[in-house]
């Protein structure tokens, strides 16, 4: 057997190594112009990424949860509104509706894809909503009016957004596209015969720069994406105090920019982003080439949808134990997520029992995130996969059932 190695789950000191000229130069920039909010950069930045994306508009923001939560609210949310999701995201998406003033409502996922499932959504609609005399949505058991529903596309891969879109048309649903870890996915729209990228599908789309992401900053950033001038023109408020010129207050909005620093690295790292997501995929490949014997569940892509991988997620039955024994091989992995939302202990007051979404809870106790970079090498995956096998066998050996569960979880 060849000797130990260590594959981090993450790598984010090579691929600023590789950028260090131009990153220190897009800051050095900032320091001799002395500009740190706004200016020429965040506006190049919004133009370039718009386009990327194929949106008419972009607005810069601070996060990917103000992203969220100012989409919502300029598309039209309000206090006391409801507005549906996934069990199985990370709590950035409902703090976001919350923050909004609005109730979360979760609709389960579909088990092979980890995302929306619009046959669960129309039944939620269908069977837990009715229409009031002026024709709006309410959800019954809140008696809340349901004014959004925020797909995630996790993992890097949309939601299936053509049913989505149709029943959100059919009942007056925005659609806000919670794109934090799908920049440059794509979707085939089967309506409109052509290819989609997550985040210009909706109303409007939330992304963020978390160093993390597909793309990152040296820090925190977000941005909305939308075709709707109006909503770009509010988000654009909402993130400054609610100013539409220098000290005249239209509402009252909040501290919420995507800074001067963040906007040039972001601009220097933009122009790589496609490679890397080509990378991604080929890892990807390589993966599922390397992992096809073993006793795993492997992503599925379906037809419609072009993933860029944000993460590589597989599902084992005795996971936790699994984690364990990579951990000791040197291989990093990570849960995304291991508690769905609405058995976190943050939203007891919602009232939800375990059993509420059995297929989100069903995919929280198997999934695990393998190593996934640009930057991961075939060896690296190799090793991963070696490691990954042999622990997979092991873990369904009868001897090791009784270890594996007494052995503690463990959680990050
Ligand atoms: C990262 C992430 C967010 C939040 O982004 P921040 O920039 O950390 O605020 C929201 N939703 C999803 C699905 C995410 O992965």
């Known amino acids: 057997m060849s000797g130990q190695r260590n594959v981090p789950f993450l790598d984010l000191v090579t691929p600023h190594l590789q950028l260090e000229e131009e990153l220190v130069a897009g800051f050095r920039e900032c320091l001799r112009s002395a500009h740190f909010v706004g200016g020429a950069a965040v506006e190049q930045f919004e133009r370039e990424f718009a386009a990327y994306c194929q949106t008419a508009f972009c607005v810069g923001v601070s996060s990917g949860t103000d992203a969220v939560r100012f989409a919502l609210m300029a598309a039209g949310v309000e206090p006391g509104d409801a507005v549906i999701t996934v069990p199985n995201t990370f709590i950035a998406t409902t ?11 979760f609709v389960e996922i579909d088990e092979r894809t980890y995302n929306l499932d619009p046959q669960h959504l129309r039944r939620f609609v269908e069977s837990e909503c009715t229409l009031d005399s002026a024709r709006k949505l309410i959800h019954k058991k809140s008696n809340r009016r349901v004014t959004a529903v925020v797909p995630v596309h996790l993992y890097g891969q949309t939601a299936d957004m053509d049913p989505i879109l149709e029943l959100a048309e059919e009942c007056g649903l925005r659609v806000i596209e919670d794109s934090c870890q799908a920049h440059g996915a794509g979707y085939h729209s089967g309506r409109q015969r052509k290819w989609r990228k997550a985040g210009s599908m909706g109303q409007a789309g939330a992304f963020s720069f978390y160093p993390g992401k597909n793309l990152g900053a040296c820090g925190e950033g977000g941005a909305v994406t939308t075709n709707d001038e109006r909503i770009a023109a509010r988000v654009r408020m909402l993130r400054d105090h609610g100013q539409s010129r220098k000290y005249y207050h239209d509402l009252e909005g909040y501290n919420g920019r995507l800074d001067t620093i963040q906007a040039t690295i972001l601009l220097a790292k933009l122009k790589h982003v496609e490679g890397w997501n080509l990378k991604r995929r080929a890892a990807a490949e390589y993966y599922a080439r390397l992992l096809r014997d073993a006793e795993l569940t492997l992503p599925q892509a379906p037809g419609w949808v072009q993933p860029v991988y944000h993460l590589y997620v597989v599902r084992a039955p005795r996971r936790d134990a699994l984690q364990a024994e990579l951990a000791a091989a040197g291989v990093g992995t990570g849960i995304h997520y ?35 970079y640009p930057q991961l090498t075939p060896a690296d995956q190799s090793y991963v996969a070696a490691r990954l096998t042999e622990g997979v066998a092991a873990t369904l050996e009868p001897a090791a059932l009784d270890a594996a569960t007494a052995a503690p979880a463990s959680r990050r």
């Open 95 to 105: 703090e976001a509706i919350t923050q909004a003033g609005a109730l979360p409502l």
């Open 338 to 372: 291991p508690i769905p939302l609405h058995l976190q202990k943050a939203y007891a007051h919602l009232g939800h029992k375990a059993g509420d979404f059995p297929a989100s809870e069903r995919v929280a106790q198997e999934i695990l995130s393998l190593p996934m």
